[in-house]
């Protein structure tokens, strides 16, 4: 029987320890949670009340906010993390990394002040101690969903086809399909992009628009997305499987989504900082949106949607300006 630590007691950190103690492989399942109180809380009651209410842990999993008691023996490390302050908990964690460990990065998102991808940040921090074996989960995935074992299929990315097929074997659950890609740049970047993409179409009901704009933009989001990954070297049927067009269409339509609801009431004409005072876990997208723009300059691609988004999150574009500014651009080849 192997330990799986998962950081992170948000939903998904939650719902994917619920999930993996169905794996089809039994696994001691330590889930560390940053917050103490909430910690005991879960622990005590079996319900994290505060981000996924109503899902039960089965008593085999263990509840903690001591870091080293979580990673003692564990082979398996599953981050998931908001990107803002995962190496800060990959540092903090590093002393009480078994070496070999595999790492598996199910965050979403750039990390803001270097846009580094979640593979990079983990790989850096923990090739200071030993060489890093690193993956990435990724692919249409509502915590709560994920928690009812309602069917799910994802994508585990590493270069390692070693590691990342002993992972798909391990993590592998009931209604819990993993599918194996070595693209890790192309499945990052897609499941980070689809995030802003998301905010857009929020914007988009928010402002009281209807189904053909919407299906317009998450086409020309898929393309927008496609042109920045494949000129950063990722694989352009990437963008089409589960990590990029799967994660898309559910982000956008997904009343779950926590990237819409920020577009939703953006729309609706409230402040940035009045929509995140009211949300108690991160919407991925408000901190990747400029640093999706940093490296579309450094890639020569233009990103018309995320420049608007962008321009809504952080220069005070009014929502329907923005969404008039993408329509008006320059008429051109699909």
Known sequence: MKRIAILGGGSWGTALAIVLSRAHK???IFLWVRDAELAKS????????????GHKLPEAIQVTHDVATALEGAYIIVGAIPSAHARTVYQRALPHIIRGAAIVSATKGL???THARMSEVTSEVVSSSFPPRVAALSGPSFAAEAAAGQPTALVLACGDLALVSQLQEDLAAPNFRLYTNDDVLGVELAGAMKNVIAIAAGVCQGIGLGANPLAALITRGLAEMARLAVALGA???????LAGLGDLVLTCTGTLSRNRHVGVELGK???LAEILQGMKAVAEGVGTAPALLA?????????PITEQVNAILNQGKPPRDAMRSIMER?????
Do not use: F
């Open 269 to 271: 004409g409230c402040t």
């Open 330 to 334: 320059p008429l051109k080849r699909e």
């Open 26 to 28: 039994p696994h001691e």
């Open 42 to 53: 879960i622990q005590r009651q079996r319900d994290n009340t505060t981000y996924l209410p």
């Open 295 to 303: 490296l579309a300059v450094e890639a020569h691609v233009e990103l």
């Open 111 to 113: 990390e803001p002040s």
């Open 235 to 241: 694989r352009p049927e990437t963008l089409s499987g």
